[in-house]
């Protein structure tokens, strides 16, 4: 289930916004003390929906100003009211909390624990002594200061579910968002979801819509098989949009998240039993090699792996990065005996690189600052180097940009010159957002043929896909995804 805490700050708009979040919501949260002069009987009027009534203190992440008798005076009132739920600390006062725990009415009591600061090594003995205790569902609710601590949270949940016990398990904080997907699915009673940004009532939470529209939570689901990407950022990438829509588009109860990774060697050994494949961006992509049961040729000779997949022999690591190039490429231009220039020196020219030239190019790479990595690269790929100062004067075929010149925010600039762009030429720019580019402009006009990045990452997109599922990718809806998604729609 999906909870929408209401967050006020004044009662018309608590009123508004459980309006608004009935719409995406299977149970609304009234956060009372953020709420300026709530009027309960008012509240729990607004909404069919079932709904839990929570007073927090500041020691445990709320606003509560008044005194604790005060604060479980209101919680007993919601109980009176035979609100569905109420949320009681256990950090409350034992002579107030035990009345509350022992209440015999309609209402069901979630009793529960909050750390702020980490998530403890081992969280067994907090539930067990939760368990104890007379509540109907146990909340335990901790901060990840790693990608790993959600697993902690993950064997909680496997356990309550075995021992028929309701848990809410979750953990806050930016590496804490995992849980915040993957809990309802394992077995947690509920995930809170904010109504809009700005709204979160915790560290790290997601946006309610999210959850239900793109990755499904509230979805009955049975056997579905987890994949992700792993990087450090992976706050902008678009690997959760796209490939959750295609699993919806096959009918799949497959899931496609976020790993924020520090450690990939810790994070692989500890997590490799719960996912069956990943997407691989910076500064993941060389460090998971050694990881790998195999490594396929192509990505062996690029010295990166962007894919992983869970194979009968072991685990297997691919690099769809040069294939998706090379796709979009043949689609324009037979590669070989062609004249290319390669701007950039990077990892994916290094992908595209060994694609164009065993497909039979004549390759020529460019470096602007760092020579040193350029001619490092022209050694590896046994091509010509260049500056990007001294090719005007050279007739190319193909044109291939994969440095991050042009994208987004700073679409006014390009990587080349629009006096060295020729008729005829072939013009791919790596760069997918915005899909028509400064450079890829200035190529139309001066009578080339041009490639869009967004060609390159449907394509890579795709070829993953089908390493996981086995099936033909809906490319048609991933690219309509990716489309609204860079459009802003």
């Known amino acids: 289930m999906i909870c929408v805490p209401i967050v006020g700050p004044s009662m018309k708009k608590a009123l ?75 950090s409350t006062p034992k002579e107030l909390l035990k009345p509350v725990l022992e209440n015999k009415s309609k209402t069901k009591i979630i009793l529960s624990y909050h750390n702020f600061s980490n998530t403890m090594e081992d969280l067994e003995p907090l539930y067990e002594i939760m368990c104890e205790l007379p509540g109907d569902i146990l909340k335990i609710v901790t901060y990840a200061q790693d990608i790993n601590d959600n697993l902690k949270i993950f064997n909680l949940l496997k356990r309550a579910k075995k021992e028929n016990r309701q848990l809410i398990g979750l953990c806050m904080g930016e590496y804490g968002e995992l849980s915040r997907v993957l809990s309802p699915l394992l077995g947690g009673f509920l995930t809170f979801g904010a109504l809009d940004s700005g709204k979160e009532s915790a560290p790290g939470q997601i946006l309610a819509s999210t959850l239900k529209n793109i990755y499904r939570v509230n979805r009955p689901r049975e056997n579905f098989k987890i994949y992700g990407v792993i990087g450090n950022p992976v706050s902008k990438s678009m690997g959760y949009l796209i490939h959750n829509r295609a699993f919806q588009e096959i009918g799949s109860p497959d899931i496609y998240v976020s790993f924020l990774v520090n450690n990939v060697e810790k994070f692989f050994n500890e997590f490799k039993d719960f996912f069956q494949g990943l997407s691989v961006t910076m500064p993941c992509k060389e460090n998971i090699m050694p990881l790998m049961d195999t490594v396929e040729a192509t990505a062996k000779k690029i010295g990166a792996v962007n894919t992983v997949v869970k194979e009968k022999n072991g685990w297997t690591g691919y690099n769809t990065d040069c294939t998706g190039a090379i796709e979009a490429l043949e689609t324009e231009v037979d590669l070989k005996d062609k004249n290319v220039l390669i701007i950039g020196s990077g990892g994916t020219a290094k992908a595209i690189g060994f694609g164009v030239t065993a497909k039979g190019a004549k390759l020529t790479i460019t470096y602007n600052r760092n020579k040193e990595r350029g001619e490092n690269l022209a050694q590896e790929l046994g091509c010509r180097l260049a500056s990007i100062q001294d090719i005007g004067d050279h007739d190319f075929d193909v044109l291939i940009n994969c440095s991050p010149v042009g994208m987004s925010p700073q679409t006014d600039k390009t990587p080349f010159a629009s006096r060295n762009l020729k008729p005829g030429m072939v013009v791919f720019d790596s760069v997918y957002n915005p899909p028509e580019t400064r450079l890829l402009k200035e190529a139309k006009a001066a009578g080339c043929t041009v490639i869009s990045g967004v060609e390159l990452f449907i394509n890579q997109a795709a070829k993953q896909f089908e390493m996981w599922t086995g099936q033909k990718a809906p490319t048609q809806a991933i690219r309509q995804v990716l489309m609204e998604k860079i459009e802003g729609k």
């Open 16 to 90: 508004l916004d459980i309006s608004a979040a009935e719409k995406i919501a299977d149970m609304i949260e009234l956060r009372l003390d953020l709420i300026t002069r709530f009027e309960l009987p008012t509240l729990l009027q607004a909404t069919a929906l079932p709904t839990i009534v929570t007073n927090r203190t500041k020691t445990e992440g709320g606003q509560w100003k008044g005194s604790e008798e005060e604060r479980v005076k209101i919680l007993r009132q919601a109980i009176e009211a035979e609100a569905d739920y109420v949320d009681i600390e256990t």
